[in-house]
């Protein structure tokens, strides 16, 4: 335990030493909501009238772009994994006590403690310079966190197969690219053509979307458990496989 | 053998058809240092990274400290400190927190700042491990696999890469730690390193063992001869010189003498005495010993560094 607590502690430290990332990190959301704001901002009656549900265009649009940053967790696993390796300290680590494990243990919460910063910075720009309502409760909290873990989960999984970090960079950019486009994160599903609407179904990131969506703004309890047990079980699935498959000894 | 720390027997690692370590066997006594020399892709560093439980074993065993390497793993890595090659620690983490952080990952663990001290790292305690020069760096990876006590030290090439002065300061730190009592297991394609450090050196060649002994052993056995050399030589003294010592070889000015043991003082002091009576000039005179390079050029018929044959 104690292995893990050292990890998390120095985690954090050096994440916070890296002043650059984390000034994007935290200030990204903000400038995306006043350019949002700016850009949107004077379509916002007719944006209501165009939703069936009585949402405008900024509350669909807020769970997106919150699932989105929790996709980050993909490129966050994957580029710690993939540096680590690359600059020896995997292999420094592996002759050590600690487990791959409890290595894996400690970076989940990091990335999940990060993850859930980024979006309450995330919705209080939004709050703040939109002005959305965000029901911020315990269904959409596991959602964060499931969703966290299953984005990790593929991170891990993808440095598994690429070694080197520029190649890394191209990979999770297409896979996050392709997949926050078909998966109802910015344009609602119902508008796009049914190949895409099919991608959009076998896509975790629609059913993050719109569980996020289901208990943070319409209030629709029911689906966003549904929603949530998908994310969850696909979380389990892609975060234990990633972990069990996640080696750092080099035989 | 109570007092072998380490003993390798029958040690095989492959990588698909490729064999990188070939049926070798060795032992490594208490608080000696035990050298791997060899040029690249000889199996130096394969061989220890099975002992440091980096990579497994094709076939052969490995017992440290009297545990079996594939039984007791984790036993061994709370004993152990390994320095890898190309170490590397965490670029954005000060020397302090980035020793810290692996000295908490040891159930017991030395105090950091002795380490840091120790090491001559006072003065770089709190910068970023990633401003550190290659020769500093080297050095917190030598205070990292102190953290924890080690009865055994591994460090893998530890100054490959580095300019003289950091090779030396590495050498006086690796100097002290024998001192301390550790015993230590280096791998090196550096004679003047092995010659310098080792109390023991075990010659890797093409993943086998070519020659194991203390540095002087070695030498001695394969070496090859001593040689005297005069250098820029007048013709008078040169002729003088032929006349009076047999065996010998001209190079340019250079009058070259192999010195095989017997007669070693004899030749030595009629070379002088001529140089003194012909009135002649010899700018210098001096005995020129066999190197660990020369019996690695000896037994194999390659140079120890990259690509000489």
Redesign the interface.
Known sequence: MSRIITDLKYSFIEIFNDKINIILQFIFPTILFLLLGNVLGGLGSQLQNNAASGMNYFDFLLPGILAFFIMTATQMAAGTIVHYRKSGVFRKLSTTPISNMEWIAARIIMWTILILLTLAVAMFAAWLIIGVHINVNLISLLLMVAGTALFAGLGILIANFIKNEEALLTVTLTIMGITSLVSGTFIPVETMSWPLQYLAKISPLTYLSEGLRSSMITGNTGDAITDLAIVAVLGIILFGVGAATFSWKED | MVNNVIEAKSLVKNYGDFTAVNNISFNVKKGEVFAFLGPNGAGKTTTVEMM?????LTAGSIKILGHDIKKDE?EI??R?G?L??????????TVY?NI???A????KHVEVDDLIKMLGLKDKRNI?FGYLSGGLKQRV?IA?SLVNDPEIVFLDEPTTGLDPKARRDVWAAIKDLKARGKTIILTTHYMEEAQNLADRVCILHNGRIIAEGTPEDLIGRYGGDKMLIIRKCSEIAKNELIKTIQEYTIDGDNVLVKLSGENDMKIISKAASIIDTSKSTCDELYIRKATLENVFLNLTGDKLIEGGK
């Open positions: 440091e439980c980096l990579k497994s984790i890595k709370r152990i390994v890898p090659q190309d170490f590397g620690a965490f670029q954005l983490l927190q810290d952080y692996f908490q990952m040891y159930p970023l990876g990292i």
